[in-house]
């Protein structure tokens, strides 16, 4: 049997090669396009609260301090997910893993509009991130085994969903919010969460071929937790979503307190800081296939510039001051993310890019889990507009310091070899 299994996967490494030595699918960029909506929803699913959170929450009794912990509650849940989601990914493969992932969502997000206190929106969005936590590792395993080397600029686009999803939820969920009601909001992104989930049951592919399915064994769990690289990558990447996610969960918030910025304004502002990533996202991305070598450098640089504009942020007080920092803070603060997503799939070969990428991914939004609440008290004890971004511009220095250590040298390289070798039993077939 083994042998019989051996033999498939080397005849579909011979015809992935041919594919890859040909010319690449035309059919890739309708699955990019497909992960990506189904990224994009997912984000504005989970940011939608951070948009109403100061208005909505003092309606619901919520005080200042605990206004971030819904956002806490998904992140919680998320990671939680992250940790089996890659393995699941690996194992039945990424469409029926990312289907799977959507229409929970997709109903939770919409049973979020009845809740009525603390207890029960924290319960549902623990849910939300729970049925949410296998989206990003699914999407990377598709993307992995269709864009093969070109892996940098395909993340880089996919990645922009995260960003675009701000802008998408500051410009829609406040609006609504106001026209009708947040309620209303919430069930209209249910439905269609709900709705794209059908949409990629129709339309998505694992692969360019028909693949066999392989489960990934224990050993070679325990070879990816070892592995020095994704370690560092992992921890470098939690202390730059602990920023990232921390400001967007508390950027609309802390203007409207500090400095009374109403709240479809914050949301404005927010929103040129999602335009900036998204500009910036692709740009890196590409730089990183470029930059072949130097990609660390890269994303140490990025990090660490991060950092200053998030105190340079701290230091505005009028709206014209946010309006023109917002989308070069939006820039660096999501900029990074296809940079570091290359460097976690080189560290673990096409064959382990959807367990490597949930498995980091855990531990990234482990700082997306914290934060949020973190910088509640921070601001709840001090009232302190810098002192709650500068707990913020903490995180991607100490993410930088460990990308000192990365050293990819001897990772195993995506290119038209690795290809041959071992992406395609990596991914289940449809």
């Known amino acids: 049997m083994e042998t019989l299994r051996t033999g498939a996967a080397a005849n579909a490494c011979t015809d992935t090669a041919s594919i890859t030595e040909t010319k690449p699918p035309a059919y890739r960029w309708v699955v990019l396009f497909v992960v990506w909506i189904a990224f994009l929803l997912s984000y504005v699913d989970r940011v939608a609260w951070s948009t109403v959170a100061a208005p909505v929450g003092h309606s619901l009794g919520i005080s200042v301090a605990l206004l971030g912990a819904f956002v806490t509650a998904f992140y919680v849940g998320y990671v939680l997910a992250n940790i089996t989601g890659?393995?699941?990914?690996?194992?039945?493969?990424?469409?029926?893993?990312?289907?799977?992932?959507?229409?929970?969502?997709?109903?939770?997000?919409?049973?979020?509009?009845?809740?009525?206190?603390?207890?029960?929106?924290?319960?549902?969005?623990?849910?939300?991130?729970?049925?949410?936590?296998?989206?990003?590792?699914?999407?990377?395993?598709?993307?992995?085994?269709?864009?093969?080397?070109?892996?940098?600029?395909?993340?880089?686009?996919?990645?922009?969903?995260?960003?675009?999803a701000l802008v998408i939820a500051n410009a829609i969920v406040p609006s609504l919010a106001t026209a009708f009601s947040w309620q209303t909001a919430f069930r209209a992104l249910g439905a269609v969460t709900f709705a794209w989930a059908i949409v990629c049951v129709l339309l998505l592919r694992d692969s360019p071929l028909k693949a066999l399915?392989?489960?990934?064994?224990?050993?070679?769990?325990?070879?990816?937790?070892?592995?020095?690289?994704?370690?560092?990558?992992?921890?470098?990447?939690?202390?730059?979503?602990?920023?990232?996610?921390?400001?967007?969960?508390?950027?609309?918030?802390?203007?409207?307190?500090?400095?009374?910025?109403?709240?479809?304004?914050?949301?404005?502002?927010?929103?040129?800081?999602?335009?900036?990533?998204?500009?910036?996202?692709?740009?890196?991305?590409?730089?990183?296939?470029?930059?072949?070598?130097?990609?660390?450098?890269l994303a140490i640089g990025v990090l660490l510039c991060f950092s200053a504009m998030l105190l340079v942020f701290a230091q505005c007080s009028t709206v014209l001051q946010f309006y023109l920092v917002a989308p070069f803070l939006g820039a660096v603060a999501f900029g990074y993310t296809p940079v570091l997503i290359a460097q976690v799939t080189q560290a673990s070969g096409v064959k382990f890019a959807g367990a490597a990428a949930g498995l980091t991914n855990a531990v990234w939004q482990s700082g997306s889990a914290i934060a949020p609440i973190a910088v509640g008290q921070v601001y709840a004890s001090t009232h302190s507009f810098f002192m709650a971004l500068l707990t913020l511009a903490v995180g991607p220095v100490c993410g930088a310091v460990l990308l000192i250590f990365v050293n990819l040298r001897k990772a195993p390289a995506i290119n038209d070899s690795t290809m041959r070798s071992d992406s395609t039993p990596a991914v289940a077939s449809n």
């Open 213 to 297: 399915s392989v489960r990934i064994s224990r050993r070679e769990i325990g070879e990816l937790v070892k592995n020095r690289n994704l370690v560092l990558l992992a921890f470098a990447g939690c202390g730059a979503l602990w920023a990232t996610v921390g400001f967007g969960a508390w950027g609309n918030a802390l203007m409207t307190k500090q400095y009374g910025i109403a709240p479809v304004v914050a949301g404005s502002i927010s929103a040129l800081f999602g335009v900036g990533a998204v500009i910036a996202k692709p740009l890196l991305g590409w730089g990183s296939d470029l930059l072949r070598g130097r990609t660390k450098l």
């Open 86 to 164: 890659g393995l699941i990914t690996d194992t039945i493969g990424g469409k029926r893993t990312l289907v799977w992932a959507m229409i929970p969502l997709g109903i939770a997000t919409f049973g979020f509009s009845f809740t009525r206190n603390l207890t029960v929106g924290f319960a549902v969005q623990f849910v939300m991130g729970i049925a949410a936590g296998a989206d990003y590792s699914a999407g990377v395993k598709i993307i992995t085994a269709w864009f093969g080397k070109d892996r940098g600029r395909a993340i880089g686009l996919y990645s922009t969903a995260t960003s675009l």
